[in-house]
């Protein structure tokens, strides 16, 4: 499975929740004899991150979104 998702009911606060799904999709390349699974890992990347990122975005805080 390429893609990863986000159900968050908790991290936002104030009655805000997330919910998203990213779409793992690219392929597999190799990379001097290393599979690297690019599609699966910038998904797996964004479930990991964005939350956090999304919280300390200046506009967000400023409820411009």
């Given amino acids: 499975m390429e893609d ?3 159900a968050d009911l908790t991290s936002l606060g104030q009655g805000k929740y ?3 799904v990213f779409d793992g999709h690219g392929g597999i390349f190799l990379v001097t ?3 690297i699974l690019l599609g699966m890992e910038v998904a797996e990347f964004v479930k990991r991150h964005f939350v956090k990122e999304l ?3 200046e506009n967000f805080k400023k409820g411009k979104y």
């Fill in 55 to 57: 919280v300390k975005n």
């Fill in 4 to 6: 990863s998702h986000i």
């Fill in 18 to 20: 997330i919910f998203g």
């Fill in 33 to 35: 004899n290393y599979l």
